[in-house]
């Protein structure tokens, strides 16, 4: 059975948002027509695409590598009606962008020379992810969020789903793990530094709570918003830090980052970027080129890699 092109868009609503209400109301139709529609989805990839695990709908393998593809034609299709008009070159507006952190580190100066030399009229201001960002976002103060997928948030928000990213460690260069393939058994061994981050590890990181299910209790020796402050720290102790390898390699020498190639861990190794804006604005021309702008720049970025 052949996918219909009329498919795509609920398709693309299932996979970004896993469920079915959400998707319904992206769509302004009813969740029995949107099940109806994802049975038809099932049948067409012959798989079940979303399957209820512990109380909530996940996304199948298949679904997983999907997403991004699903994502990428939807965006095609939509960039087939943009006003030919409209050139960035000329463009005088003001965005404030919100990002995690840790994205931050390596991104923000990638998107600061990318709009210096296509829309060089832009005045950009970049924030950090706060506990008001989602709201800020609702009010248009934040024009545009740059996070991990998905998030909790309100159905006001637009969340679309970008390329994978992936984690490594980074340790001091003299660290005694520096040249080896990291195990389990280090984690018991080397205490963590944890790089703090709202909507995202404010509780306990992901690295300890995931470990904990192996049966492995980890000691984070610090835990801290600054991460001017942890990379101080891992100059001169043995600690580990888990992070993106797009942040690892943006480190100078005095850090090596280590990986694994153990399936153990390979729930963790990949989280996709994710992208917010307020619903209101998803017929804005200037957000609908930022987005654009932003998901290629972040894609070249992440397939360099």
Not at 2 to 22: A, C, G, H, M, V
């Amino acid at each position: 059975m052949r996918l219909n092109y009329n498919l795509l868009k609920p398709l693309s609503f299932l996979l970004e948002t896993q469920s079915i209400n959400d998707t319904a109301t992206q769509l302004k139709t009813s969740s029995s027509a949107v099940s109806r529609t994802l049975k038809t989805l099932r049948h067409i990839f012959e798989d079940e695409l979303l399957t209820r695990k512990n109380g909530k709908m996940e996304l199948t393998t298949k679904a997983i590598a999907l997403r991004e593809k699903v994502s990428r034609i939807i965006e095609e299709i939509e960039s087939l009606t943009e006003n030919e008009s409209f050139n960035p070159l000329m463009l005088t507006s003001n965005i404030t962008i919100a990002m995690n952190a840790s994205i931050a580190q390596w991104f923000a100066p990638l998107l600061i020379d990318h709009l210096a030399k296509n829309a060089p009229g832009i005045k950009l201001t970049i924030e950090d992810w706060s506990d008001a960002t989602p709201q800020h976002i609702c009010e248009h103060r934040v024009d545009y969020g740059i996070h991990y997928f998905p998030l909790n948030l309100s159905k006001n928000l637009v969340q679309k789903c970008g390329e994978l990213d992936h984690f490594v460690v980074v340790c001091r260069t003299q660290h005694p793990l520096a040249t080896q393939n990291i195990k389990l058994d280090h984690f018991r061994q080397f205490p963590l530094a944890v790089h703090v981050m709202k909507y995202w590890n404010e509780g306990q990181d992901h690295l300890s709570r995931y470990l904990k299910k192996l049966g492995v209790e980890t000691n984070v020796a610090l835990r801290t918003t600054h991460l001017s402050v942890l990379l101080k720290a891992l100059e001169n102790n043995d600690y580990l830090f888990p992070c993106s390898i797009n942040l690892a390699k943006t480190l100078d020498t005095k850090f090596t980052y280590i990986s694994s190639d153990s399936l153990s861990f390979a729930p963790l190794q990949q989280r996709n970027f994710g992208f917010l804006y307020d619903k209101t604005r998803s017929n804005d021309e200037l957000i609908h080129w930022f987005h654009g702008e932003i998901s290629e720049l972040m894609r070249n970025q992440v397939r360099n890699h």
